[in-house]
């Protein structure tokens, strides 16, 4: 019995993956997934575009590029605006709320990017073996800290606010030079990233508000019983 309700529900796993590459990548084959002994896939197509992206790098670097600038650049943007926020430059938030901001950004990105992976099982580009390319977790925290650190100086900063998707970007770039990921991958991890951010700031901005309706209410209803108390002085003092 319990064969059988794991049998089904890899098929209805599969199906779920072959749905999904139908909407998200509509280039793909929607063929039914092949799984070897291990339950990996191994027919997953990339596009024309990106196939000669990930060729001209190979023949260009004639090897995978070993850099580690990716893993150090997504942090950024975060580190920026704590920086100057310990400086005393003035930013949208105070600092203890913008490390909640930014934990819940990052909890968002991961629900998102990690989620889509296990669905779509995408395959990273050769030399790379697994399945869980699509989308790119490194430029989504990097292009979500972009956004934190746009949202945070713009009013102060407004050029140096921007530079963050620079740094962003060039995460981008380095993933697909080191065949980390395909160009379709990094394109829904920055859309991803970017969503997160905007996500946990209305989250944050709606509590805000709720708080401060929360204290008018508590304001009035202290007041009100003072005027019934001068209203009954009043009408005892009629003849």
């Not at 060729?55 to 997504?74: C, G, P, Q, T």
């Not at 100057?84 to 629900?111: C, D, H, P």
Request: hydrophobic residues 40%.
């Amino acid at each position: 019995m319990t064969r059988q309700v794991t049998h089904t529900s890899t098929h209805v796993f599969g199906l779920c993956q072959v749905v999904a590459r139908g909407i998200v990548f509509p280039n793909y084959s929607c063929k039914p997934q092949i799984y070897n002994n291990q339950d990996q896939k191994i027919n997953v197509m990339p596009n024309v575009v990106e196939k000669h992206i990930h060729n001209f790098f190979l023949k260009k670097n004639e090897a995978i590029v070993d850099i580690s600038a990716d893993d150090r650049l997504k942090w950024l943007p975060f580190a920026v605006v704590f920086l100057l926020n310990a400086l005393g430059v003035q930013t949208r938030s105070s600092w203890k709320k913008q490390v909640l901001i930014a934990g819940a950004t990052e909890a968002i990105r991961y629900l998102l990017s990690d989620n889509l992976k296990k669905l779509v099982g995408e395959h990273r580009p050769f030399p790379y073996f697994g399945h869980h390319s699509f989308p790119s977790g490194h430029t989504a925290s990097s292009f979500a800290g972009a956004e934190v650190m746009h949202k945070e100086l713009k009013n102060s900063l407004p050029l140096l606010s921007c530079t963050g998707y620079a740094a962003a970007t060039a995460v981008a770039v380095v993933r697909v030079v080191k065949s980390r990921h395909w160009v379709r991958d990094v394109i829904a991890g920055a859309a991803i990233g970017i969503l997160s951010a905007k996500l946990a700031y209305c989250l944050f901005n709606r509590r805000a508000k709720m708080n401060t309706r929360a204290k008018l209410y508590n304001a009035g209803s202290e007041e009100r019983p003072k005027v019934r108390k001068q209203e009954d002085v009043d009408i005892s003092k009629l003849p």
